[in-house]
């Protein structure tokens, strides 16, 4: 919920803006003068300050500064009579964000604290953005991988259009993030919006936004995602699932840099740049009539073709010693993969790509009692798979041998890593499995 200090001196002044405030939704706390002010700020964050500049003891200035200290990101609005405008002008060059000439209307405050705030909510999913993209890094060493990562190093200074494709898995999110960080408009924001994940009636509203009763359920004016990403990038995953009815007002902006909310009387320009994902074929799609072709152009001006995992596998340990080494810093423990575990990672094909590895490799980390992790702690699945698709000899002792090791892989990951309870379920006195084990 969003909370507000108020700072007034002047009771009935005080409790007018309070009531007017409080009927937003918001939650307000009052503070009659600036020493009250502190005492609260000391004990609670607040999104936003609105204070009187003139107040006993501690004034709105200094209030102010003390705000900037506690809480970097917390907004301040200044109340200043006409005589103090100078004094409101020189707030605003050290760090508030607006002031308000009293008398004022209650409207006009409450509009400029709704779209402060609106806009610090927008700062604060950057600088979430930022953070992580901050600790996020492409693994790949492979000539794949630095091909794509070379390209991707090029084109990203660019405004050029970016279309990012790849099976599931292979990391089009990680790159089109490289892109935005590498990009002149790495200042500005970063939009991400999953086309698939948004039903089509709504589809149009959320990119493009909407007027106050342009239909039925539109109590409030919606800004769209472009109109967000003004000044900046928007990324559009999923791409191939956008519904065809909306791909020629997707193209009128790549072609016009304009987009038109619902119900607007004009449209607006945007300054946007647009990167693309998606796991479909794109190509395959416009031959089948779901996808336009003048659309799939447009998009591809650079086209990033990511490789699966399976056409990379010389990435794979290095993959997994990254893995590791982060699993192993959120969970306080070492970890690192046998000889032998890795070599049959290495074999394995990952339908799910990196996205898989990950998972494989967070599981095994956190179920694992040895600093060692060993062939028996893999998904029993892997093994099994792995061990009969190697049977590409009729010798029969070759055979008989894969199909024991794929065995004695299940029981074992069955039963957590319990070599007794193993035993009995294959069937073998405990010390016949060490013997099958060591062998």
Not at 88 to 97: E, P, R, S, T
Not at 175 to 201: D, K, M, V
Not at 276 to 287: E, F, G, H, I, R
Request: with cysteine.
């Amino acid at each position: 919920m969003i909370r507000i200090l108020l700072a007034e001196d002047d009771e009935i002044m005080r409790i007018t803006l309070y009531d007017r405030l409080k009927s937003k939704g918001w939650k307000v706390d009052q503070a009659a003068d600036g020493k009250e002010a502190l005492d609260k700020l000391k004990k609670q964050k607040y999104h936003l300050v609105i204070s009187d500049i003139r107040m006993p003891g501690l004034d709105g200035i200094e209030l102010m500064r003390h705000v900037q200290r506690l809480y970097p990101r917390t907004e301040v609005i200044l109340m200043t009579a006409f005589g103090e405008v100078k004094d409101a002008v020189d707030c605003l060059k050290n760090g508030a964000a607006d002031y308000i000439l009293k008398p004022f209307d209650m409207d006009d405050l409450t509009i400029r604290a709704d779209r402060l705030l609106k806009q610090q909510n927008i700062k604060n999913k950057c600088a979430v953005l930022a953070e992580r993209f901050k600790d996020t890094k492409i693994i790949g060493s492979s000539a794949s991988m630095q091909e794509v990562l070379n390209l991707t190093a090029r084109v990203a200074p660019t405004d050029s259009t970016i279309l990012i494709q790849g099976e599931s898995g292979t990391g089009k999110e990680l790159i089109a993030n490289e892109i935005y960080e590498q990009s002149t408009r790495s200042e500005g924001p970063y939009i991400r919006i999953n086309c698939a994940a948004i039903p089509e009636n709504l589809i149009e509203s959320e990119l493009f936004g909407h007027e106050k009763g342009s239909f039925t359920g539109a109590d409030s004016r919606k800004t769209g995602k472009f109109e967000l990403a003004d000044r900046g990038t928007i990324l559009l995953d999923e791409i191939g699932d956008m519904p065809i009815s909306m791909q020629a007002k997707l193209l009128r902006v790549l072609q016009e840099q304009e987009i038109e909310p619902i119900g607007a009387d004009r449209p607006l320009q945007v300054d946007v740049r647009i990167i693309s994902s998606t796991a479909k074929d794109l190509a395959k799609n416009v031959k089948m009539g779901t996808f336009r072709q003048d659309l799939f152009y447009r998009l591809k001006v650079i086209p990033i073709e990511l490789p699966a995992l399976r056409d990379h596998k010389e990435d794979i340990p290095e993959l997994c010693e990254y893995f590791l080494h982060e699993f192993g810093k959120l969970n306080g423990q070492r970890r690192e993969l046998s000889a032998e575990t890795i070599d049959i990672l290495m074999k394995y094909d990952f339908p799910g790509n990196v996205r898989e590895l990950k998972n494989i490799i967070e599981r095994i980390s956190v179920l694992s009692k040895n600093p060692v992790i060993n062939l028996t702690e893999l998904p029993a699945d892997i093994c099994g798979n792995l061990i009969a698709d190697d049977q590409k000899t009729l010798n029969l002792s070759a055979n008989l041998s894969q199909i024991e090791r794929s065995c004695i892989a299940k029981a074992l990951s069955q039963t957590g890593g319990n070599k007794t309870e193993a035993a009995k379920l294959l069937g073998i006195s405990r010390k016949n499995l060490w013997e099958k084990m060591k062998h």
